[in-house]
Every structure is written in C-alpha cells, then in structure tokens.
T-cell receptor
Framework: QQPVQSPQAVILREGEDAVINCSSSKALYSVHWYRQKHGEAPVFLMI?????EQKGHDKISASFNEKKQQSSLYLTASQLSYSGTYFCGTSIGYSTLTFGKGTMLLVSP | DAGVIQSPRHEVTEMGQEVTLRCKPISGHNSLFWYRQTMMRGLELLIY????????DSGMPEDRFSAKMPNASFSTLKIQPSEPRDSAVYFC??????????????FGEGSRLTVL
C-alpha cells in the first residue's frame, strides 16, 4: 500500500520553513525519509521506528505518529541545497519499503 | 568505499529487444532491491533479495521481467521482450540489514532505459 504524501510540490524562499506529510492506511512499523536531487539517486535522511519518536538532522527533523499512521518532515530555515524531491518510505511489520510519490521542494534565493 | 554500482547508465533500445541491467551491491550488504522510477508511479519496488535469495518479487510487472542474484556481489534485471512502457529509471539499492526495517538503503546511480 503506497503511502500518500502532501503537498505534491512546495516553493519556498531561502530561510522559510516547510512541512511535508506522509500518511498510510495501514499500521506502520517504520517510516524512512529520502531526498533525491534531479538526475541523482535518492539519499537517506532518517528512519523513525514506531514509538512516536522524533528525530533531527541539522535543520531537518521528523516526527512519527504511530496512532495516526502519519509522519511529518520539518525543514527549518530552508537552504538552497534543500531543493529536491522528498520521498517517504513505509514498512508494515516485517516487510519491504514502499515509497510515496514524492514531494518536490524548490528553494529560491 | 565504492557505492552501489549499476550499468549501463543509459540504454536506448527498440521494442522487442532484450535488456539486461546489472548491479554490484556494496560489499558486505546482504539485502538487495530493484526499484523502478517513473513520473506517474514514483519509486516502485520490483524485487527484494536477501542473502542472494529472492524474498519478495510481487512487484515484478509480468513474465517479461526476471531478476537473478547468482552471488553476493552481482545481480541482473532482465526484460525480454522490452516494450515502450518499460521506459523508466531502474535503481538498485543494497542494505546491510535483512529487509529494510531499520537499515538505510544505499542506492546506485540508476539505469535510464528508453524503449522506442
């Protein structure tokens, strides 16, 4: 079951904040976040395991609400380098990773 | 350290031809994944190997697609015969853990396939 990401696209000015959401219709074991720049491979950002934890990576953090089967990625004080497509990947129990369709983020000067 | 290596990086072929994509995972990783990426469908999992054994091939579109992993350092994805709708970027990824539950996936640069 493919997770649903929102919004589909975001345009920001440098320094602004953004939130990307990921939701599933099934109970989740873990949520993974990746960023892909145009023409490149997806690159790992972070993993959140069930337990409602929140993680941070520089000015990028994420939360995982196990009860709501949702995760959110928070980008604070965005930089030009944050531009790209963000994918959430979800796993249900002992299974492989299913990715959402992605959220395109463009940060302009 | 070398990352996941895929070849070819670009492939243009005509409908009906056989296509073979290759992947060398990171040494020591025991899980290997093949994904297909298109604008319409995003990143789709095609097949997952653990310790060279196919564990989940439910994402393989049809019998025209086949994948093998003869040893821990090599995997192939074959399409025969190829069709225009197979045009996509095919990614290989490896992970040091069984399954992708807690492990980071390391992606190769991808193979861009165009079927005319």
């Amino acid at each position: 079951q493919q997770p649903v990401q929102s919004p589909q696209a975001v345009i920001l000015r440098e320094g602004e904040d953004a939130v990307i959401n990921c939701s599933s219709s099934k109970a989740l074991y873990s949520v993974h976040w990746y960023r892909q720049k145009h023409g490149e491979a997806p690159v790992f950002l972070m993993i959140l395991l069930k337990g409602g934890e929140q993680k941070g990576h520089d000015k990028i953090s994420a939360s995982f609400n196990e009860k709501k089967q949702q995760s959110s990625l928070y980008l604070t004080a965005s930089q030009l380098s944050y531009s790209g497509t963000y994918f959430c990947g979800t796993s249900i129990g002992y299974s492989t990773l299913t990715f959402g369709k992605g959220t395109m983020l463009l940060v302009s000067p | 350290d070398a990352g996941v290596i895929q070849s070819p990086r670009h492939e243009v072929t005509e409908m009906g031809q056989e296509v073979t994509l290759r992947c060398k995972p990171i040494s020591g990783h025991n899980s290997l994944f093949w994904y297909r990426q298109t604008m319409m469908r995003g990143l789709e999992l095609l097949i997952y190997f653990n310790n060279n054994v196919p564990i989940d091939d439910s994402g393989m579109p049809e019998d025209r697609f086949s994948a093998k992993m003869p040893n821990a350092s090599f995997s192939t994805l074959k399409i025969q015969p190829s069709e225009p709708r197979d045009s996509a970027v095919y990614f290989c990824a490896s992970s040091p853990t069984s399954g992708s539950l807690t492990g980071e996936l390391f992606f190769g640069e991808g193979s861009r396939l165009t079927v005319l």
